[in-house]
C-alpha cells in the first residue's frame, strides 16, 4: 500500500506491505556477493513477473529476518556477466 499515512499533526507519504520488507531484506542482504558490475537482488515472485524481460540466476534461499518461509533470491544478470 502506498500513500499518506498519518494524522493532521504528522502526515508522511510512504510504502509499506510484506512485498516492500522483502525488498529491504534483499537490499542489504549479504553485499560481499560477487555481482559485477550492479547488484540488483530479487525474490522469486518479481522473477516470475519479469522471465521474458530480464535474464536472471538463482542465488540461492535464505531465511529473511521476519519470514515464516524461506525466500528464494535471484541476480538480474546482464549480457556482459559471466
Same mark, same amino acid.
Given at each position: 500500500? &502506498? %500513500?499518506?499515512? %498519518?494524522?493532521? *499533526? ?6 509499506? %506491505?510484506? &512485498?516492500?520488507?522483502? +525488498? +529491504?531484506?534483499? !537490499? ?14 530479487? +525474490? !522469486? !515472485?518479481? /522473477? !516470475?513477473?519479469? *522471465? /521474458? $524481460? ?5 542465488? %540461492?534461499?535464505? *531465511?529473511? $529476518?521476519?519470514?515464516? *518461509? @524461506? ?8 549480457? /556482459?556477466? @559471466?
Amino acid at each position: 500500500m &502506498t %500513500g499518506s499515512l %498519518g494524522s493532521r *499533526q504528522r502526515l508522511n507519504y510512504t510504502t509499506i %506491505g510484506d &512485498t516492500v520488507n522483502i +525488498a +529491504a531484506r534483499l !537490499e542489504s542482504y549479504d553485499k560481499s556477493l560477487n555481482a559485477g558490475i550492479c547488484r540488483i537482488l530479487i +525474490a !522469486e !515472485e518479481t /522473477d !516470475e513477473n519479469i *522471465q /521474458d $524481460k530480464f535474464p536472471t540466476q538463482l542465488i %540461492g534461499t535464505v *531465511q529473511l $529476518k521476519g519470514r515464516k *518461509q @524461506p525466500v528464494k533470491i535471484y541476480q538480474i544478470r546482464y549480457n /556482459d556477466s @559471466p
